[in-house]
């Protein structure tokens, strides 16, 4: 069996997640035109490296190195491919994960830095079985953000909250040979900004969206290289919901609401190696692959324009900040070595964070991971190793930490 691994990932609406890189100086805050009409869109875009640790600790890399449900978050194909270790004609794994982050100063590379900080929430759990050739996979990922920074430095306190629900359902393929994988996906999702005044929270705008996505994986045959591809189609949705309070589009409680939400599309290409005793697209008849080894792996990903599409952040401030006027790419690089053969990993990359948003430019980000073995635990005939992973994410006016109790793999 292949062993089951838990990580931190964040697959739901990554443009919610707000994070502070400790001494970094906070941007000046710039005038934006307010909100006058709903004639507008929210751009769900996240440049960010959001994901598994394995994920941040490289740089955002994932495409080439993707396996399993934590995988398929990434790319549908990984919903049928199993670790080296696994046997037998059928398999399973999962993953069960929290984001954990203290509050930030610029999440969205907005260039405005002038709130106390942000409350925010970001898990996502996932399933997958795998019988001859065939995989089939489901994920869950949530997220939240509040909007006006009250949740982080006022407890209770009046509030406005962003709330994104994303599920994916895959079902993916390889050939006889392992060389080639390919999958399938339908990504559903719900958005929501609601407001929370004396502790009563109420929905003031909620929409449903749904939309496709292909990926494949290639395998260098007894060799060390994997090639990954994914293609995802917008999901957008403008069939909103108001509160029932008398609430329209142009005027709930205050706020002039966006007639549209979209995460938009992307394309995406990444290339993994692996340098170790043994070749890596090779099965191994052991519970685990413990030799010295390195990974290094590179992705390219290309995020798609939104049609009058605006920033999250701008809108808690009912301004229009515009975001998706053209399209992005950024580069990511890292990797992974097993530096104690069964007891300890270390991670490190690099990638950058296209200028998305009108005003600011991109920036850079680095990244470092660590994942060690703690101890073995034996269920019925499978044998496990607990481990312990921490993983950080800086840049200008940005950091992300996470942590991770899961099983070595």
Same mark, same amino acid.
């Given at each position: 069996?292949?062993?089951?691994r838990g990580?931190?990932?964040a697959?739901?609406?990554?443009?919610l997640?707000?994070?502070?890189?400790?001494?970094?100086s906070?941007?000046r805050a710039?005038?934006?035109?307010?909100?006058?009409?709903?004639?507008?869109?929210?751009?769900?875009?996240s440049g960010?490296?959001?994901?598994?640790?394995?994920?941040v600790?490289? =740089?955002g $890399?994932?495409?080439?190195t993707a396996? *399993?449900? +934590? %995988?398929?978050?990434?790319?549908?194909?990984a919903a !049928?491919?199993?670790?080296t270790?696994?046997d037998?004609?059928?398999?399973?794994?999962?993953h069960?994960d929290?984001?954990?982050?203290?509050?930030?100063?610029?999440?969205?590379?907005?260039?405005v830095?002038?709130?106390? =900080?942000? $409350?925010?929430?970001?898990e996502?759990? *996932?399933? +997958? %079985?795998?019988m001859?050739?065939?995989g089939?996979? !489901?994920?869950?990922s949530?997220?939240g953000?509040?909007?006006?920074?009250a949740?982080a430095?006022?407890?209770?306190?009046?509030a406005?909250?962003?709330?994104a629900?994303r599920g994916?359902?895959?079902?993916?393929?390889?050939?006889?040979d392992?060389?080639?994988?390919v999958?399938?996906g339908l990504?559903?999702g719900?958005?929501?900004?609601?407001e929370?005044?004396?502790?009563v929270?109420?929905t003031?705008l909620?929409l449903?969206?749904?939309?496709?996505?292909?990926?494949g994986l290639?395998?260098q045959?007894r060799?060390?290289w994997r090639?990954?591809?994914?293609a995802s189609l917008p999901?957008?949705g403008?069939?909103?919901?108001?509160a029932?309070?008398g609430c329209?589009?142009?005027?709930?409680?205050?706020?002039?609401?966006p007639?549209?939400?979209?995460v938009p599309w992307?394309?995406a290409?990444?290339?993994?190696?692996?340098?170790?005793?043994?070749?890596?697209?090779q099965?191994?008849p052991?519970?685990?692959?413990?030799?010295?080894a390195?990974?290094?792996?590179?992705?390219?990903?290309v995020?798609g324009?939104?049609a009058d599409?605006?920033?999250l952040?701008?809108f808690?401030?009912?301004?229009?900040?515009?975001?998706?006027?053209?399209?992005?790419v950024?580069?990511?690089?890292?990797?992974?070595?097993e530096?104690i053969?069964?007891r300890?990993?270390?991670?490190?990359g690099?990638?950058?964070?296209?200028?998305r948003?009108?005003?600011?430019?991109?920036?850079?980000?680095?990244?470092?991971?660590?994942?060690?073995?703690m101890?073995?635990?034996?269920?019925?005939?499978?044998?496990y190793?607990?481990?312990?992973?921490l993983?950080?994410?800086?840049?200008?006016?940005?950091?992300?930490?996470g942590?991770s109790?899961?099983?070595?793999?």
């Open positions: 069996m292949c062993r089951r990580t931190w990932l697959a739901a609406a990554a443009a997640v707000s994070t502070w890189a400790a001494g970094a906070p941007a710039q005038a934006h035109p307010p909100v006058t009409d709903p004639d507008y869109a929210i751009d769900l875009y960010a490296a959001l994901g598994g640790l394995r994920l600790g490289m =740089g $890399a994932a495409l080439g396996e *399993g449900s +934590a %995988g398929t978050l990434v790319n549908p194909a !049928a491919v199993r670790a270790t696994s037998g004609w059928w398999d399973w794994d999962f069960l929290w984001l954990v982050a203290v509050p930030g100063q610029d999440f969205d590379n907005s260039g830095a002038d709130r106390e =900080g942000y $409350a925010n929430r970001l996502t759990y *996932g399933l +997958a %079985g795998m001859r050739g065939w089939v996979a !489901a994920t869950v949530s997220a953000v509040d909007l006006t920074g949740g430095a006022g407890g209770g306190d009046d406005l909250e962003a709330r629900l994916k359902v895959a079902v993916a393929r390889q050939s006889a392992e060389q080639w994988t999958g399938l990504r559903v719900t958005f929501e900004i609601a929370r005044r004396a502790r929270r109420t003031l909620s449903d969206g749904a939309g496709l996505e292909v990926g290639w395998r045959p060799g060390d090639v990954g591809v994914t999901i957008s403008s069939d909103v919901a108001v029932d309070d329209t589009l142009e005027d709930c409680r205050g706020y002039i609401l007639s549209r939400v979209e992307q394309l290409a990444g290339v993994a190696w692996r340098w170790a005793p043994t070749r890596w697209n099965h191994i052991l519970d685990f692959r413990d030799e010295p390195w990974l290094l792996a590179a992705d390219v990903v995020t324009a939104v599409g605006h920033g952040e701008a808690g401030r009912q301004e229009l900040q515009r975001s998706g006027n053209h399209a992005v950024s580069v990511r690089a890292g990797a992974e070595h530096w053969p069964g300890l990993r270390v991670r490190a690099s990638y950058w964070e296209p200028g948003l009108a005003g600011p430019g991109g920036r850079l980000h680095g990244t470092l991971g660590v994942e060690a073995a101890f073995g635990l034996k269920v019925w005939r499978w044998f190793r607990v481990r312990l992973s993983t950080a994410d800086v840049a200008a006016r940005y950091g992300n930490g942590i109790v899961g099983f070595w793999h």
